[in-house]
């Protein structure tokens, strides 16, 4: 290395005496500049550790969306359900999950749109001061939220979010479906039902899912799709009914899964995003519902059927077809 003094009058390593007699590596006078070959093994500063995305707003408008499906090849949900199913609460539920590292295998990567799962969640914490755990209603309007979450890939699941009174608009018109842009565009369908109010009127809530199942496949949204019916509130169920509800809920789904087209995949899941009455833990059955939507979709098989043709019947349908007679 090469060293200069910064003593005035002193030449230093230049005349090679020190004015003060001391050795250059014993004087505090002494700058010294790291040889070229120093600075190239010297450890290189550490990259700082990467930071969750925050985005700028509480949702997604449908061309940011489509802007984020293009770029991070996400895969897009529609939430179809009525007034109070638990939309919102689903939602708010797996945004805490993630964030609390929760989701099994999966890390929490960030979100386009933290601040409008803040909003979800706030009343839903002690923050809020509020007497019991509760839930901001849907906006009318469409809107989309997003997940980043990590394991050995990242995924990006988008969740659109609309209000239940636009869905129960479309029962006896399906035609109002076709304006919904979420329903054609995304592969992964999630139909909630409430467990709540299937232990209570058991023929209005099987009804109103049953219809807006048959309102979708009229449409012609189903095909090709993956359906997932979802049981929600199951943590509300009151003690006693838990086996009946599961049983109506089974039916509902078996019926479902025969009335669906051919190409479109019917799954369930149970779910209680609220704590039970007594335990702490919540979210059961929301990793599972998550590990679903994030698994790679399932390869289809086609089988192309050549119709056979008919028997012969005359003498005359043989030599016309060329067969033998």
């Known amino acids: 290395p090469t060293a200069t003094c910064t003593e005035a009058g002193c030449g230093g390593p230049a005349s090679g005496v020190c004015i003060d007699n001391l050795s250059f590596d014993e004087c505090p006078n002494v700058a010294r500049e790291a040889a070229e070959d120093e600075e190239l093994d010297a450890p290189a500063t550490p990259a700082p550790s990467p930071m969750v995305s925050i985005g700028s707003g509480p949702s997604l408008s449908v061309a940011n969306c489509d802007a984020l499906l293009r770029r991070t090849g996400g895969r897009l949900v529609a939430l179809i359900g009525g007034h109070g199913v638990g939309k919102t609460t689903l939602l708010a539920t797996t945004y805490e999950l993630a ?5 099994p295998g999966r890390a929490f990567g960030g979100s386009e749109t933290i601040r409008g799962y803040e909003e979800r969640c706030h009343l839903a914490r002690l923050a809020s001061e509020s ?3 509760d839930t901001l209603r849907t906006a009318a309007a469409l809107s989309f939220v ?3 979450l990590v394991s050995s890939v990242r995924d990006h699941v988008i969740f659109a979010d609309r209000s239940g009174e636009q869905f129960e608009r479309a029962l006896d018109k399906y035609e109002l479906l076709l304006g919904y842009p979420e329903l054609a565009r995304a592969p992964i369908l999630c139909l909630l039902i409430d467990a709540k109010r299937l232990a209570a009127s058991p023929h209005q809530e099987i009804s109103q899912t ?5 309102a979708v496949n009229d449409a012609g949204l189903l095909g090709g799709k993956s359906v997932t019916l979802v049981a929600t509130k199951f943590d509300a169920v009151p003690d006693g009914q838990d086996a009946e ?3 109506r ?7 479902l899964k025969n009335r669906s087209p051919t190409g479109c995949d019917v799954d369930f899941q149970l779910t209680a995003a ?4 007594g335990s702490t833990a919540f979210g059961e059955g929301i990793p599972e519902l998550i590990a679903r939507f994030c ?3 399932r390869k289809r098989v086609f089988e192309l059927q050549v119709p056979s043709a008919p028997a012969s019947t005359n003498a005359y349908d043989g030599l016309r077809r060329r067969e033998p007679l």
């Open 249 to 255: 809920f089974d039916d509902l789904f078996a019926e």
């Open 146 to 148: 997003h997940l980043d």
């Open 99 to 103: 964030r609390r590292g929760e989701l």
């Open 274 to 277: 609220r704590a039970r009455p």
């Open 131 to 133: 007497a019991s755990p």
């Open 210 to 214: 049953r219809r807006l199942f048959m």
């Open 295 to 297: 698994a790679p979709p």
């Open 245 to 247: 509800c599961r049983e």
